[in-house]
C-alpha cells in the first residue's frame, strides 16, 4: 500500500511540472483529467478503517467529477474561447520549472519541520500536497488566460484535497461531498465568466481588464 502511495504521490509531482512547463491548454486539461483520476482513488489509500461504502462513494464521486466531468467543463471552455495556447505568460515557461523545483525542495524542507500528529501514509503526501498548492497559487498568478486561472484553482484545490482527507478523513462525508460540490460549482461559476469575458472583449487575457477600470 505505501509502495502505490509514493507512486501516486511521484506521478502527482510530474504532472504539477508538466503544468508548469507547457503552454498547450489541450494538454492541461488531460494533465488535470489525470490528476483527478488518481486523486479520485486516493481515499482507498488513505481510508483509515474508514467504512467500505463510504470509500466506495467517496472513489466513484471523486473519479467521475474530478476526472471526467471538470475536464469535459474545462475541454466545452476551450472550445468556446477558441483557445489553444498560453502565449507569453506573466512568467516563462523555463522560469516556471525552475519554481517547481525550488517548490518542491521547499516542500520536502517545510514539511520535514511540520509537527504531524500522525505518520503519513507515504512520506511524500504532506510535501506533495504543499507542492500541489504552490503550484496552483503559481499559476493563478502567474498566466495571462482566465481558462488558466481555473485550471490554476482545479491544481491548488487538488492540493488541499490531498492535505485535508489525509488529516481529517473521519469528518462527516457529507462534508467531503460539500467541498467536491463547492469545486464543481466555482468551476461551473467560472466557465461561465470566461464565456461572457471572451463573448464582450473577444479574447480571454485577464490582465488586459485593466483597460475597464476609471
Known amino acids: 500500500m505505501a509502495m502505490l502511495s509514493d507512486a501516486l504521490m511521484i506521478a502527482l509531482i510530474l504532472t504539477n511540472l508538466a503544468l508548469l512547463g507547457s503552454g498547450r491548454l489541450g494538454a492541461w486539461v488531460r494533465v488535470v483529467a489525470v490528476q483527478g483520476i488518481m486523486l479520485g482513488l486516493f481515499p482507498m489509500l488513505a481510508g483509515h478503517g474508514a467504512s467500505g461504502y463510504r470509500i466506495a462513494i467517496l472513489v466513484v464521486g471523486g473519479v467521475v467529477i474530478r476526472g471526467m466531468v471538470f475536464p469535459y467543463l474545462l475541454w466545452r471552455m476551450l472550445q468556446n474561447a477558441d483557445i489553444r495556447r498560453e502565449i507569453e505568460p506573466f512568467v516563462g515557461y523555463t522560469m516556471s520549472l525552475l519554481y517547481g523545483v525550488f517548490a518542491v525542495a521547499a516542500s520536502i524542507w517545510f514539511s520535514s519541520h511540520l509537527g504531524l500528529v500522525r505518520p503519513a501514509l507515504s512520506t511524500?503526501?504532506?510535501?506533495?500536497?504543499?507542492?500541489?498548492?504552490?503550484?496552483?497559487?503559481?499559476?493563478?498568478?502567474?498566466?495571462?488566460?482566465?481558462?488558466?486561472?481555473v485550471l490554476g484553482y482545479l491544481v491548488l484545490e487538488n492540493g488541499i484535497y490531498v492535505l485535508g482527507i489525509w488529516m481529517v478523513v473521519e469528518i462527516p462525508m457529507l462534508v467531503e461531498l460539500g467541498v467536491l460540490l463547492d469545486a464543481f460549482v466555482a468551476v461551473f461559476v467560472m466557465g461561465i465568466a470566461t464565456y461572457h469575458i471572451r463573448r464582450e472583449f473577444d479574447h480571454i487575457d485577464v490582465d488586459r481588464l485593466d483597460s475597464l477600470k476609471g
Do not use: D, H
Request: glycine residues 4%.
Open 124 to 149: 511524500l503526501t504532506v510535501p506533495v500536497a504543499i507542492f500541489t498548492i504552490l503550484v496552483g497559487l503559481f499559476l493563478i498568478m502567474s498566466r495571462k488566460k482566465a481558462i488558466s486561472q
